[in-house]
């Protein structure tokens, strides 16, 4: 029962639940023809399918290299692992003639003001997001992949990203902390709500978009990094104005409960919840707001040292929502100069859309968008 079904209308690994494990990759893509862009697309379809459906690698003849790395010993257990495989804009300049059927609203990432963007660990053609309850299956389905794609793939970069036990997919639910030590998901929108991933997730095919875009969903990947040397010398009482919430229950500020739902408007001059409080500037609640709602889906990092001696750890921020402006976009600009901003820094990432999933064996990723 630990195996995510390949097949459907969109791709797994944005609304199922969120195993322990997260690890996100970016491609440059080295095929030069839109018939090796097919072959790529092909290849990464017949790949995934096979990683997680798990299963025994074909013979082994110790003349040539094994078929498999072999780090997960010689049966390949799916461990909950998704592969999810995104485009960004830069798939759609001259090379193959995509330019006519790029998303609307799909960019290079453009820098926010309190960006200290990397270039190293920015944009690329292909964003493939893996999720497994091991490190180690993420890590064996990349090897397993850029394995197979030698010639029509590079990697650019890549991150990995954990949550803490509590929020394996199997045990008592929890919501997981982040390295700022409060409840991160809390508000976030409920996966299994059919209905809501349809209005806020999902492109729909009553939209401007392009056809082949219906089922898909814009993905946004941001590497956060958080001061956390500053963080832990922060007052508790400031820390929690600043995010909004009690940092031990989760409850937003005000309420009793974690789960209790917060009603602003009562509270016009942000006497209870500071009007910078970032739940407040992040969702509103007003009829108006409605719209810039988005599905998150983050990890937390933690990556060594920085050269000034600094932990380098935060948080592997990812969204999907059907329209970046008004999901991910109008969150952020609303968040901009946020109280909270002091303490972190988004230094990478990328705008992606994720491909809508693959209906049958007879398909193929991207196969609407050749
Ligand atoms: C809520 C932390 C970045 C959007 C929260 C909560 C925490 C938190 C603790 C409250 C619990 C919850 O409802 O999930 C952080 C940290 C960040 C960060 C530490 C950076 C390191 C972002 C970014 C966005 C965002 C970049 C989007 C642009 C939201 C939204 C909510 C939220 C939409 C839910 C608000 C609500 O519905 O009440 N965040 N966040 N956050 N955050 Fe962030």
Same mark, same amino acid.
């Given at each position: 029962?630990?195996?995510?079904?390949?097949?459907?209308?969109?791709?797994?690994?944005?609304?199922?639940?969120?195993?322990?494990?997260g690890l996100v990759a970016a491609f440059d893509v080295l095929a030069t023809s839109r018939a090796d862009l097919e072959r790529m697309f092909?290849?990464?379809?017949?790949?995934?399918?096979?990683l997680m459906a798990g299963g025994t690698p074909p013979e082994i003849d110790p003349k040539f290299p094994p078929p498999d790395s072999g780090v997960l010993g010689p049966v390949i257990v799916p461990d909950n692992l998704t592969v999810t495989v995104a485009v960004g804009a830069s798939l759609f300049d001259q090379r193959f003639g995509l330019a006519g059927v790029k998303p609307l609203e799909l960019t290079t990432m453009v820098r926010f003001s309190n960006d200290a963007l990397d270039p190293e660990t920015c944009h690329g053609d292909l964003m493939l997001q893996f999720c497994a309850n091991t490190p180690e299956a993420n890590i064996h389905a990349l090897r397993a992949v850029v394995k197979a794609t030698p010639d029509l793939l590079a990697l650019r970069w890549k991150l990995d990203g954990f949550l803490p036990a509590a929020t394996k997919t199997t045990g008592p639910k929890e919501t997981a902390r982040n390295l700022l030590g409060f409840k991160d998901g809390t508000a976030n929108l409920d996966p299994t709500d059919?209905?809501?991933?349809?209005?806020?997730?999902?492109?729909?095919?009553?939209?401007?978009?392009?056809?082949?875009t219906v089922g898909g969903s814009y993905q946004v990947v941001r590497i956060i990094r958080n001061f956390v040397e500053r963080w832990d010398r922060t007052p508790l009482q400031e820390q929690q104005t600043i995010i909004g919430r009690d940092k031990a229950s989760g409850a937003a500020l005000g309420l009793k409960a974690e789960h209790d739902v917060p009603d602003y408007s009562g509270d016009p001059e942000g006497k209870v919840m500071?009007?910078?409080?970032?739940?407040?500037?992040?969702?509103?609640?007003?009829?108006?707001?409605?719209?810039? #709602?988005?599905?998150?889906?983050? %990890?937390?990092?933690?990556?060594?040292?920085? &050269? $000034? !001696?600094? #932990?380098?750890?935060?948080?592997? %921020?990812?969204?999907?929502?059907?329209?970046? &402006? $008004? !999901?991910?976009?109008?969150?952020?600009?609303?968040?901009?100069?946020?109280?909270?901003?002091?303490?972190?820094?988004?230094?990478?990432?990328?705008?992606f859309f994720t491909l809508p999933g693959v209906p049958d064996k007879d398909g193929y990723l991207g196969q609407g968008l050749l």
């Open positions: 029962e630990q195996v995510q079904p390949f097949y459907g209308p969109h791709q797994a690994g944005i609304v199922n639940p969120v195993p322990a494990a092909r290849t990464l379809t017949e790949r995934i399918a096979f059919g209905t809501a991933m349809d209005r806020i997730v999902w492109v729909r095919p009553d939209t401007a978009e392009p056809a082949w500071p009007l910078d409080a970032h739940i407040r500037l992040a969702n509103p609640r007003t009829a108006a707001t409605e719209a810039n #709602l988005i599905l998150r889906r983050p %990890f937390n990092y933690s990556r060594g040292v920085t &050269k $000034a !001696g600094q #932990l380098d750890m935060g948080l592997l %921020f990812i969204s999907f929502q059907s329209s970046l &402006k $008004a !999901g991910f976009i109008a969150v952020q600009e609303r968040l901009n100069g946020e109280p909270l901003e002091e303490y972190i820094k988004p230094t990478g990432g990328g705008y």
